[in-house]
């Protein structure tokens, strides 16, 4: 059953189809969800695969009141079980044997929305070729949401395809043009695209950053507690 909230959003899934998307992401992301105890060792092919950006993430993990899943490349999964709920000792094993930035664990904020605020559209969707596209958008792929002002660039949204489940925004205002609520806008208004393509929309970002939460939460993305993990940068 769908729910209505507004002419720019149509209608949205119920909070159960869209919690059910968010499981079949991380179990496709990561390997296995939700957490079985306190620190659950998985593994996926996509360890092992160059991901939106081209680049291979051998080590993430997403973390809930539940517990951790920590998904690692399959070789490392026999010698990460090992330690049992360890995570330093399965951090420094992992960081010794992928020479990961000296084995250090990367923490931030995991947030989802199952109903994206209903916040009038801010941008237009164009191709990553398009002239008016920044260089750091192009990454991305397909389309991106831009916002312009007399035709130039001013805001902007990409999307990290992790999987066909879940798909992470990203966004950057320009200086001088961070007020007004255009980040939020346009986080909502590609989280209504993404949960109108089947898929959860999902939002990450660092403790430090404030402005990031604040767009999250006003775009319909609250702070539940998650985490997400990940050995070295990037």
């Given at each position: 059953m769908g729910i209505a909230i507004g002419e720019n959003a149509g209608v949205m899934p119920d909070y159960p189809e869209m919690h059910a998307r968010l499981e079949r992401h991380l179990r496709s992301w990561l390997g296995a969800w939700p957490p079985e105890e306190e620190l659950t060792i998985a593994t996926s092919p996509?360890?092992?695969q160059p991901g939106w950006d081209g680049q291979v993430h051998p080590v993430v993990g997403v973390r809930s009141p539940a517990g951790l899943v920590l998904s690692v490349p399959s070789e490392m999964v026999a010698p990460a079980r090992a330690l049992g709920s360890d995570l330093q000792g399965v951090v420094k094993v992992l960081g010794e044997d992928l020479d990961t930035d000296g084995g250090r664990l990367y923490e931030g904020v995991f947030r989802w929305s199952a109903?994206?605020?209903d916040l009038a559209d801010a941008g237009e969707w164009r191709p990553v070729d398009d002239p008016v596209v920044p260089d750091w958008l192009k990454p991305f792929g397909?389309?991106?949401?831009?916002?312009?002002?007399?035709?130039r660039y001013i805001a902007g949204v990409g999307i990290k395809h992790h999987d066909r489940f879940g798909h992470e925004l990203a966004v950057v205002t320009e200086d001088g043009h961070r007020e007004g609520g255009l980040a939020r806008r346009l986080v909502a208004q590609a989280a209504r695209r993404v949960v109108a393509e089947g898929a959860v929309p999902t939002y990450l970002h660092s403790d430090s950053n404030v402005a990031s939460a604040h767009v999250a939460e006003a775009a319909g993305f609250a702070d539940q507690g998650w985490r997400v993990v990940s050995l070295g940068r990037g």
């Open positions: 996509l360890r092992q109903r994206p605020a397909g389309e991106v949401l831009v916002a312009l002002r007399e035709g």
